[in-house]
């Protein structure tokens, strides 16, 4: 069977990815591997799971209720964040992050409002 | 080629350079309200689990009563059990830091004997088991309040059980 075209896609998309990520220059990659540590995304995603984030998601676009981000965290910035976006930007941008297990996580409940420059890009998928 | 098999090649090639480069990490806590943790309640399930294996022991002959009250008490034995490894659990992975372990390192085996002993005393109506579980979670406050700098002592639980906590000095 012929492969479709979004198949294709895809892997030239991977394989492009997988060079990049290891490559020299992946500081300024549109790409990032991330490793999720702790329970706040659970069941989406559990402790130790790996995702592949895309740094160029919100280049051209806006983040939207469902999307889930990685940010940096408004009480450290050295530390990266890991929640989904519940409520559509604010007319600066801004958004509202929950975690999936709102039970056990730190968030905008907390926190308040993610200014959008702070947020470091979309997951993308799992892996 | 499917699209099952694409993702089993991505995620195979990601994982090896994961191998060869730890990925950044996202961080998922729950630091409010989870900053706070506390052994006190794990000492409390174990000795409750000890309470109703001598309630279980001190049973009369009425069938009728003895029926209801034994359901009951092992009904309160397996949800403490079941707490006290929670609590145990929680702390030990929430908490704990490899330097703690470094530190303390019969903390995972303390750990496991709370899964381990909890969950005989689950299985089984066992006044010992009781006993050694509360005996494991006493060890884990020991350990847990040392690491924060805390002094502690042995205190009467002042219950009928009988028994003792950890507290801080």
């Keep these: 069977m012929r492969p479709s075209r979004s198949v294709v896609a895809l892997a030239v998309g991977a394989a492009a990815l997988l060079l990049l990520a290891s490559s020299p220059l992946r500081r300024i990659m549109p790409v990032i591997r991330y490793g999720v540590d702790g329970p706040s995304m659970e069941p989406t995603y559990r402790q130790g799971d790996r995702v592949v984030v895309n740094r160029l998601a919100y280049a051209g676009r806006r983040p939207v209720a469902g999307d889930v981000v990685v940010f940096r965290d408004p009480d450290d910035a050295s530390r990266h964040l890991i929640k989904r976006v519940a409520a559509a930007p604010g007319a600066d941008g801004s958004v509202f992050v929950l975690g999936d297990n709102p039970a056990a996580s730190k968030d905008s409940r907390v926190f308040g409002p993610v200014p959008r420059e702070r947020i470091v890009g979309k997951a993308m998928f799992k892996y | ?169």
């Design chain 2, 1 to 169: 080629m499917s699209r099952s098999i694409l993702r089993t090649i991505v995620s195979g090639g990601l994982r090896a350079l994961d191998r060869a480069r730890q990925p950044a990490t996202a961080h998922a806590h729950c630091d409010i309200p989870c900053g706070i943790y506390d052994p006190h309640l794990m000492q409390i399930a174990a000795l409750t689990v000890v309470r109703m294996n001598q309630l279980i022991e001190a049973l009369g002959d009425d069938a009728a009563k003895t029926k209801a009250s034994l359901s009951r008490y092992i009904l309160v034995k397996e949800e403490h059990a079941e707490l006290a490894k929670r609590e145990a659990r929680v702390i030990w992975g929430d908490y704990f830091k490899p330097e703690h372990l470094e530190k303390y390192p019969d903390l995972h085996q303390v750990t496991w004997d709370i899964m381990k002993l909890g969950g005989k005393s689950k299985q089984e109506i066992n006044a010992q088991a009781a006993a050694d579980l509360l005996a494991a979670t006493q060890k884990f406050a020991e350990i847990f309040w040392d690491s924060k700098g805390v002094a502690t002592k042995k205190a009467p639980s002042n219950q009928a059980v009988g028994g003792e906590i950890v507290v801080p000095a």
